[in-house]
């Protein structure tokens, strides 16, 4: 069964960084592209980013262009998204997903099958 696991999450100041981790089980996660998308209190889930199965490819939400880079070392299995200079708008549930590698990776939510739990960001003075 597929499981992902996202941590990393929690409180910094406006321009801070955190570093957000997406640990898989039960699968390999070399044959899934991820993505990473977030949720803000009363609004729709966004697409953030996605990476590849290989790294070869990622793409990135316009608003998180240039400050978010995701990265993934498949010998641990885990999926990382580096946010720098957070912005209060940054504030969300986090959420982690996979898709498998024969379909494109894009940031739409409803091409992603197996997701995880969320870890909250909180972007506050």
């Known amino acids: 069964q597929l499981r992902l696991v ?7 100041q406006p321009g801070g960084s955190l570093r957000l981790s997406c640990a898989a089980s039960g699968f390999s ?19 953030v980013s996605c990476i590849s199965s290989s790294s070869g490819f990622r ?13 993934r070392d498949n010998a641990k299995n885990t999926v990382y998204l580096q946010m720098d200079s957070l912005k209060a708008e940054d504030t969300a549930i986090y959420y982690c997903a996979a898709l498998g590698r024969l379909r494109p990776c894009v940031l739409s ?16 003075s």
């Open 6 to 12: 996202e941590s990393g999450g929690g409180l910094v």
């Open 29 to 47: 996660l070399n044959t899934y592209h991820i993505g990473w998308f977030r949720q803000a209190p009363g609004k729709e889930r966004e697409g």
């Open 59 to 71: 793409n990135y939400a316009e608003s998180v262009k240039g400050r978010f880079t995701a990265s």
């Open 109 to 124: 939510e409803t091409a992603f099958h197996s997701w995880g739990q969320g870890t909250q960001v909180t972007v506050s």
